[in-house]
């Protein structure tokens, strides 16, 4: 997720500077753990090893560029 963000947010950038307005960018997951933890601080204490990919997430939701919706995956 913190992959697709960066690039969301790379792409979101260059089309701003050509003059492209974007509303909030809506991101699919099918992880509910990957959900939870970049929406809730509270889960920051057992994902310690992911810290920076979590905050860099979480940023960018709360600042309304990046949106995570989850949606189920079949085989």
């Known amino acids: 997720m913190a992959n697709a963000t960066g690039e969301t947010i790379w792409i979101r950038n260059l089309l701003t ?24 601080p509270v889960f920051h204490e057992l994902t310690k090893h992911i810290e920076v990919d979590c905050h860099f997430v979480r940023e960018r939701i709360i600042s309304g560029e990046v949106t995570s919706q989850y949606t189920r995956t079949t085989k």
């Open 17 to 40: 500077f050509l003059g492209v307005s974007i509303p909030s960018t809506k991101m699919y997951c099918d992880n509910q753990t990957t959900i939870h933890i970049t929406n809730y």
